[in-house]
């Protein structure tokens, strides 16, 4: 983890370096302040001489000056130093979001990345920063310090000691038990964001059925988890601060007991004795700011190993050492395919697959909920990989392409359609980053979306809000079939993409396919007959398994699972809006 961790300081190992060096001369200052405090004291006031007075106060000035210059530039280094751990810790993050498989994102909540991109490393970034500063400033100010107090008295020094290991103890005791709290903290913490992306994403449905109050006290029950979590962890750590004050009240007493002895005796001069005051409290406010550094990296150990999951996760699906670039021409080929989503589980979404489609096709893929006809088409462009057998495109095997050469020649409209937040241009150029207007146009004309663009004021400047909420359900389906369209592919795949469409809309949406995209092989799944009847076939799938194969006429005559579908969909007296009926 570690490792993993640190590779991602990348360009900021130069401040991270400097952030150290410059602590180090700052504690160095601080540490020769006490003792040139001792100078003033003994050769300065009590020897009534003002000239050592002024020389020691002018080298006290320009230490002290030394050290704040020190510690702003150590404050800066850090600062920006751990901002920049932190910046590369979500850009690796995101970046290698972006190679997984849609089997890699399975693995974790939407939430849960959420939760690891934020909170995580803000949790890292203050570790970070404190590990440069305070775990550097504070070991040598202990060290250091101790040294000093051992070379002004021997005896009296060993009362800082004792009082390390009481303390040491007392920390060790507090920190074993606090450390197993902040780990389930965090496993809350995504329990809370999902809940809060949930309801925001929902929110019109929530509306819809008044689940208001349901929704806040799902919310509370998750914040009050972790209220309760982090009570019990702070009332823990809250006996750091009383441990630390008796201790350095033992100290004080012990040091100002013993030490009056020492004065008395003439074995230790006044000035002597302050200086190991100071250096008495640098000791123990040095032990604190440990502490709070076990603390700090208690928190943070669980962030880093939640981080450090996504950075080392592998991307199931990888391009092959030599990769074909490409495709020569549209057809598909399933050959005796099986499929799970959990490799190993025994339980297969499709079974044994054989299916030959000739480039240029249009194939319909109908059947009930869960019969597999989206776990499919995601074979095609490879969004998985098969269990066992394979599927060709061109002629050759999908696992032999350069996957982003695939996907750009397999344009996939998905069955849960997604715009982003900007123009229609801007929605309609993911399909091609350099389209021109005249193109989006085109396709745009191709999906019947050209239909309400014109009705809008601003047309192709339309402004699409986070999601496409400011679109209906319909016209949003006919922007993504435009955007898959402006890809100019070899193969089509429409994942139920004209649900939210009329009839009408959806026969001139097939019949604009067959005249503008002749050669484009067609994968169309949905669920009314009527969109799929003009298909050259049309495949029937039950329980992930091929149930009929053949053209429409074909499959009522032969096949009962279709012929079922039909009869059903037919005495429903078809849509509403199909062209001839009035209302």
């Excluded at 059947?367 to 599927?391: A, F, Q």
């Excluded at 004021?457 to 955007?483: F, H, M």
Aim: net charge neutral; aromatic share 8%.
């Amino acid at each position: 983890m570690i490792k993993t961790l640190f590779r991602q300081i990348g360009e900021y190992k130069k401040v991270s370096l400097l952030t150290p060096v410059f602590t180090a001369l700052e504690v160095l200052m601080e540490i020769l302040i006490p003792f040139i405090t001792a100078s003033i004291i003994d050769k300065g006031i009590e020897a009534g001489d003002i000239r050592q007075v002024y020389f020691y106060g002018g080298i006290m000035l320009v230490m002290a000056f030394l050290s704040l210059t020190f510690g702003v530039l150590a404050g800066r280094y850090a600062a920006a130093a751990s901002a920049g751990f932190a910046c590369n810790l979500r850009e690796g993050m995101y970046k290698n979001i972006q190679t997984f498989s849609f089997s890699n994102i399975d693995k974790y909540s939407t939430a849960g990345l959420v939760t690891r991109m934020t909170t995580d490393v803000t949790n890292l970034q203050n570790a970070y920063q404190m590990i440069l500063r305070i775990a550097v400033r504070s070991p040598l100010m202990l060290i250091c310090s101790m040294a000093m107090c051992f070379f002004i008295n021997v005896k009296l020094s060993l009362i800082f000691l004792v009082a390390i290991v009481v303390l040491g103890c007392g920390l060790f005791l507090i920190m074993s038990r606090v450390t197993k709290v902040f780990r389930q903290v965090f496993r809350k913490y995504d329990d809370l964001n999902a809940s809060v992306q949930e309801n925001v994403t929902a929110i019109r449905v929530v509306k819809a059925f008044v689940r208001e109050a349901y929704e806040n006290e799902k919310f509370r029950s998750a914040a009050d988890r972790l209220y309760k979590l982090f009570v019990k962890a702070e009332g823990t750590l809250a006996f750091n601060s009383p441990l630390m004050m008796l201790v350095i009240y033992g100290c004080i007493i012990s040091l100002s007991w013993f030490g009056a002895h020492f004065v008395v005796a003439g074995s230790l001069t006044t000035g002597q004795l302050t200086s190991m005051f100071s250096y008495i409290m640098s000791v123990l406010m040095s032990l604190m700011m440990l502490s709070m550094i076990f603390v700090m990296l208690t928190m943070s150990m669980a962030s880093g190993e939640r981080i450090a999951e996504v950075l080392n996760e592998k991307a199931d699906l990888t391009n092959p050492e030599k990769p074909v670039m490409e495709i020569a021409d549209g057809s598909i080929d399933f050959n005796h395919v099986g499929f799970s989503y959990k490799h190993g589980s025994g339980e297969e979404t499709l079974h044994d697959i054989d299916l030959h489609i000739r480039s240029g096709e249009t194939i319909g893929i109908i059947g009930g909920t869960g019969c597999g006809k989206s776990s499919l088409v995601s074979l095609v462009s490879r969004l998985y990989d098969v269990t066992s057998g394979s599927v060709s495109v061109g002629g050759k095997d999908v696992r032999s392409y350069d996957m982003e050469m695939l996907r750009n020649q397999v344009a996939v409209v998905l069955q849960k359609n997604v715009l982003f937040s900007g123009t229609i241009l801007d929605n309609l150029r993911w399909g091609k980053e350099d389209a021109t207007e005249e193109e989006c146009m085109e396709v745009c004309r191709q999906a019947c979306a050209d239909e309400f663009i014109e009705r809008f004021p601003d047309r192709y400047e339309t402004w699409i809000e986070q999601g496409g909420n400011n679109v209906s359900g319909g016209q949003k389906q006919r922007l993504c079939i435009a955007r898959a369209l402006l890809k100019k592919p070899k193969i089509l795949i429409l994942d139920d993409s004209t649900s939210a469409v009329d009839t009408a809309t959806d026969a001139k949406i097939r019949e604009a396919f067959a005249r503008k995209i002749p050669g484009t092989t067609k994968l169309i799944i949905a669920q009314r007959i009527s969109s799929v009847q003009d298909a050259d076939r049309i495949v029937v799938l039950e329980n992930g398994r091929v149930n009929g194969f053949g053209t429409h006429e074909e499959l009522l005559k032969g096949n009962q699972i279709y012929r079922e579908i039909y009869e059903a969909q037919s005495k429903g007296g078809g849509d509403f809006d199909e062209p001839g009926k009035e209302g």
